[in-house]
Nanobody, 126 residues
Framework: QLQLVESGGGLVQPGGSLRLSCAAS????????IGWFRQAPGKEREGVSC???????SYGGSVKDRFTISRDNAKNTVYLEMNSLKPEDTAVYYC????????????????????WGQGTQVTVSS
């Protein structure tokens, strides 16, 4: 059973940076498509970024050119590097995984995630 644990959240000023980590155990992440999602109070969970089994990545329009997703299979960890943070990026950030044989599949919809971490809070405020 795959287990995911996020870390790296915190309080940061606008324009600052954070790197979130999603560490996996119980299976190897290279068998999974991984997605980062976020949920702000009163809002639906939204897709932020995905990384495919073939290491291709995609980003939501509001984070493109500011966030970078990457995978380190040796550490069984996926990262989300977040730069130029804005107050509207404030949310609980979750990583999710879906086992797939399709190397080009992007996990971008929350209802397609089979495994979830507990989330890490990101607050962008001065």
């Amino acid at each position: 059973q795959l287990q995911l644990v996020e870390s790296g959240g915190g309080l940061v000023q606008p324009g600052g940076s954070l790197r979130l980590s999603c560490a996996a155990s119980g299976d190897t992440l290279d068998n999974y498509a991984i997605g980062w999602f976020r949920q702000a109070p009163g809002k639906e969970r939204e897709g932020v970024s995905c990384i495919r089994r073939n290491d291709g990545s995609s980003y939501g329009g509001s984070v493109k050119d500011r966030f970078t997703i990457s995978r380190d299979n040796a550490k069984n960890t996926v990262y989300l590097e977040m730069n130029s943070l804005k107050p509207e990026d404030t949310a609980v950030y979750y990583c999710a995984a879906r086992w797939t044989q399709n190397e080009a599949y992007c996990l971008s919809w929350a209802n397609e995630g089979n495994y979830w971490g507990q989330g890490t809070q990101v607050t962008v405020s001065s």
